[in-house]
């Protein structure tokens, strides 16, 4: 069964912290794996999209790694701010659909202190 | 910022009215999407469309449907609203081969 597993459920920092959020996924045969971060009452926003040919990509202060042997991704976070307080949420394609199947994880729930 | 537009933000009805979810989108993108979301829960994929006069039911089962008569147009129409239809409902436009999905704010629906 494809599914795509993200810990930890939540997680809470403080201002200027670096964290790391996981992302493991079973679906197959792979396409490519998103990070979006969803603000509270908003549409999820892509920030990432990897390959199976890539290993790290980055954004910003967001810099997501790819696993394509072990099926993990992480996407870190450096230097946190309020403002990325939000829930983060992977999402794995499946290859050979037309529509391009999503497979959405649950989320991790972040909370930025100051 | 995604040119993808939801509305209403927000809708509070009672049992058995009928509704429609606006989703309206200025991108010119071929390929929509309506998915129903929980809190802390997945989103999950009720219906898309591929372009005009296309429609298809997706993973969740929904009694809510859908029409696509015009390209930038995707309205949800739910026929007659029960509690359990209390939920988010996102809409999301992507398009051609990119299977980058674009997301509007969302509409959040209590049905009492």
């Known amino acids: 069964k494809n599914q795509v597993e993200q810990s930890p459920q939540s997680l809470i920092i403080l201002e200027g912290k670096n964290c790391t959020l996981q992302?493991?996924?079973?679906?197959?045969?792979?396409?490519?794996l998103r990070w979006y971060k969803q603000d509270t009452g908003r549409g999820p926003v892509s920030l990432t999209i990897m390959t199976f040919s890539e290993n790290t990509k980055s954004n910003g202060r967001y810099t997501a790694t790819l696993d394509a042997d072990t099926k993990q991704s992480s996407l870190h976070i450096t230097a946190s701010q309020l403002s990325d307080s939000a829930s983060y949420i992977c999402v794995v394609s499946d290859r050979g659909s037309t529509l391009g199947r999503l497979y959405f994880g649950r989320g991790t729930q972040l909370t930025v202190w100051p | 910022e995604a040119d993808i537009y939801q509305t209403p933000r927000y809708l509070v009805i009672g049992t058995g009215k009928k509704i429609t979810l606006e989703c309206s989108q200025t991108?010119?993108?071929?390929?929509m999407y309506w998915y129903q979301q929980d809190p802390g829960m997945e989103l999950h994929l009720i219906h898309y469309s591929y372009g005009v006069n296309s429609t298809e039911k997706g993973d969740l089962s929904s009694e809510s449907t859908v029409s696509r008569i015009r390209t930038e147009h995707f309205p949800l129409t739910l026929e007659s609203a029960r509690p359990s239809h209390t939920s988010q409902y996102l809409c999301?436009?992507?398009?051609?081969?990119?299977?980058?999905?674009?997301f509007g704010p969302g509409t959040r629906l209590l049905v009492l």
């Open positions: 992302c493991n996924y079973t679906v197959s045969p792979f396409s490519n």
């Open positions: 991108m010119g993108h071929d390929k």
């Open positions: 999301a436009s992507s398009e051609g081969s990119s299977e980058t999905q674009y």
